[in-house]
């Protein structure tokens, strides 16, 4: 077993909601609402999304609103946690899926509508556009700052020069694992004492370029989604952002800061199989679950809860359910998804948090959107608010590239303090 | 401070192979007369992996796959326990020719018709998800996008795997490609040097610190840190400090071909300083041999 780190600040952004209590309600609730995705774009395809609910004053369509999302809540975060990290040795590990890269269509259109013109009138050849749903895109229509943006958007860089932080600075993207990876790897961080303090966690707003191309990867539920059930047709992507505040246990017992609960446990593993498909044995998570479950020194009868990436596409739900109804069938599983969709870059980080919110209130709330076992998984989730009383929570992260990530959070501190 | 032993290490760049670039270092005779925007000639690829099963490969992945495959090989291990190998890269831009495919083929056919290949292939972990299929690597795969700290991001990872004990070896890279639709977008801040763009792809296989190895550690600073010998890239290429752009070109992997260098050529020990634009912070590579 190696030190557990404790968790002094924590704070999301999400169609869950943006302070604790809310995000409570709604997880226990499931009161939630889908989001047309003309907001996002006029041109995206016609797939709802769960809207982060803080853009009322609009978008920029760019990085930037994945960099404003994850500022707001590191803001929170840091608030929450009661920390001036200026002057402190502090690290910074962020998760994003989109990144900068895929936020970049408005500049790139301006940029390729001008190459093409000057084509035109080069070789004097009437070059015309195909199609024309998008003929607004290939305009010159955009800011002059958008390519700026795209510079000014790298979430762990940019954020830790706002923040004035000078220690290691890591921005992750590993896909839909990125957000669980950058807690585990500020984990490390600490453990090892390259850090005092590590503000870690993950970040994905939502525009055109990512909306498309899930939508064109055909695993997007046209309804709400529903994770784990027999006639799941997809995911519903979200958008949001998840920070937390760790320190070693000493740190935050030294200076009398606030524990909401301990990262206990960290484990990744690939599948090395194929780019989109998990393993049909699941290897990579099992990897990954049994490091983590090490790193942590438990058994996996010690965990009162999973909170699966449940992401209700056919192939993760059929690879992971079945994983789970094989080694861990007497452990309730959690999909919360279908009250956040999938927030990508945010989701592991997202679901940490709700994984200790859960383990605070002593009770797993019911996966909504499920209702019918699928045969080929065998698996089902809570299906009612489940009371529990152990202190050790699972959560899992699968991506693509066959990346795997598992976390073990704890509100077990009764060691510590 | 955190340190590891470089056992292998591999390089392919616009420039040629690992052999060419060092033997061209060596002599400088390309200093100043660099090629505008050459592409890394991946063939030799076909050699070292089945072509089939290369056929879907992108060329920057091709070009990882080139350079991790020779540090592997350089390295002369026995194959290690494949869950006790991880992998982590570090790229600025990640698979740009795919992005812009996927963003041209919005724009050209609409979202409707949109290519899905081209969105798979245009994640930031598009490269690091292809090297541990082709390399068979199941201890961890990790992708760090930064700009020109993404290889000193990705070095702190590897440091951290090791030394947590998670990993025994880590395969660590740095990768990126040109793409001349990408570099027109925004040719001001991507130019970080007056040299022309290059494109390449170094890795180095580390492994937990042994005696007669290279020492590989880092360190973040807000100022250059003192030394006696070191090479600058990223923004501090503009500020007279002693830098090696004018031979590789502009690149985001410049302090990764400085460490490569560093690691092949150098004396006792180097420092490999860089910086990113419009940032304070800067990551400092020493090699110590």
Not at chain 2, 71 to 89: E, H, K
Request: glycine fraction near 8%.
């Amino acid at each position: 077993m190696k030190a557990p780190v404790a968790v002094t600040g924590m704070a999301s952004i999400s169609a869950a909601g943006i302070d604790m209590q809310s995000i409570w309600a709604t997880l226990t609730t499931g009161s939630n609402t889908l989001s047309h995705p003309s907001i996002l774009h006029k041109d995206t395809l016609a797939y709802p999304f769960f809207a982060a609910p803080i853009f009322s004053n609009g978008r920029r369509d760019s990085a930037c609103d994945t960099f404003n999302l994850a500022r707001l809540a590191m803001l929170a975060a840091l608030k929450d946690a009661s920390l001036d990290v200026s002057a402190q040795k502090t690290g910074i590990v962020l998760g994003t899926t989109a990144g900068s890269a895929l936020h970049f269509i408005e500049a790139y259109a301006q940029s390729r509508a001008l190459r093409i013109h000057n084509d035109e009138n080069n070789n004097g050849e009437n070059t015309t556009f195909q199609g024309n749903s998008s003929s607004q895109l290939q305009s010159p229509l955009s800011q002059p700052h958008d390519a700026d943006d795209y510079f000014k958007a790298n979430l762990a860089l940019h954020l830790g020069q706002s923040f004035n932080i000078k220690g290691p600075t890591i921005t992750l993207a590993n896909a839909c694992t990125s957000g669980a990876d950058a807690i585990g790897i500020g984990m490390e961080l600490l453990r090892q004492n390259e850090c005092d303090y590590v503000i870690c966690g993950g970040a994905d707003a939502l525009s055109l370029v990512p909306h498309t191309g899930f939508a064109r990867l055909m695993v997007y539920d046209e309804k709400h989604c529903r994770p784990f059930d027999a006639n799941r047709a997809g995911l519903n992507l979200g958008e949001g952002a998840a920070i937390m505040v760790l320190e070693r246990i000493e740190t935050a017992l030294a200076r009398k800061a606030p524990i909401h609960g301990l990262i206990s446990g960290y484990g990744s593993g690939s599948d090395a199989h194929h780019f989109t498909a998990p393993h049909p044995e699941a290897r990579g998570l099992l990897h990954a679950f049994e490091s983590a479950l090490s790193d942590a020194g438990l058994e996996s009868s010690q965990l009162a809860f999973i909170n699966a990436h449940g992401t209700a596409t056919q192939e993760n739900d059929k690879i992971e359910g079945a994983f789970f109804h094989k080694h861990l069938p007497e452990i309730p599983v959690w999909a919360s998804k279908a009250i956040t969709g999938h927030t990508l870059g945010a989701a592991g980080a997202l679901e940490a948090i709700f994984s200790l919110l859960a383990l605070q209130k002593n009770s797993v709330p019911k996966s909504y959107g499920f209702t019918e076992i699928d045969p080929k998984i065998l698996l089902s989730p809570t299906l009612a608010h489940t009371e529990i009383s152990k202190k050790y929570a699972l959560s899992t992260s699968l991506g693509f590239g066959g990346g795997n990530a598992a976390l073990i959070v704890s509100t077990d501190t009764s060691a510590f303090i | 401070m955190l340190s590891a032993s470089i056992l292998g290490q591999g390089l392919i760049h616009s420039l040629g192979s690992s052999e060419i670039f060092f033997s061209l270092y060596k002599d400088r005779i390309k200093e100043n007369t660099f090629v505008s925007q050459t592409s890394v000639d991946v063939s030799g690829l076909s050699n070292m992996l089945p072509g089939v099963s290369l056929r879907r490969v992108p060329k920057y992945a091709r070009m990882g796959l080139m350079a991790a495959l020779e540090a592997l090989n350089n390295a002369n291990l026995p194959i290690p326990d494949v869950n006790r190998l991880g992998l982590v890269v570090g790229t600025a831009f990640s698979g740009a020719q795919m992005n812009i495919d996927f963003m041209d083929s919005i724009l050209e056919a609409s979202p409707q018709l949109s290519s899905p290949t081209a969105f798979s292939h245009a994640v930031n972990n598009m490269g690091a998800g292809l090297l541990s299929l082709f390399l068979n690597i199941r201890g961890g795969c990790q992708t760090i996008t930064q700009f020109d700290l993404s290889f000193a991001g990705a070095l702190q990872v590897a440091l951290l795997l090791l030394a947590s004990n998670k990993n025994d070896y880590v395969l660590l890279g740095a990768l990126d490609e040109n793409d001349a639709r990408f570099i027109e977008t925004c040719p001001q801040e991507l130019q970080r040097t007056p040299y022309p763009h290059s494109e390449g792809a170094v890795f180095f296989l580390l492994g937990k610190s042994i005696p007669n190895t290279a020492q590989i550690s880092l360190s973040w600073h807000d100022t250059i840190p003192t030394a006696n010998n070191i090479v600058c890239s990223g923004d501090l290429n503009k500020n007279n400090h002693i830098n090696n752009a004018s031979f590789y070109g502009t690149s985001p992997i410049a302090q990764a071909l400085d460490t490569a260098l560093a690691v092949y050529f150098g004396t006792e020990e180097t420092l490999c300083v860089c910086k990113e634009k419009n940032i304070e912070q800067m990551a400092a590579i020493n090699i110590r041999k």
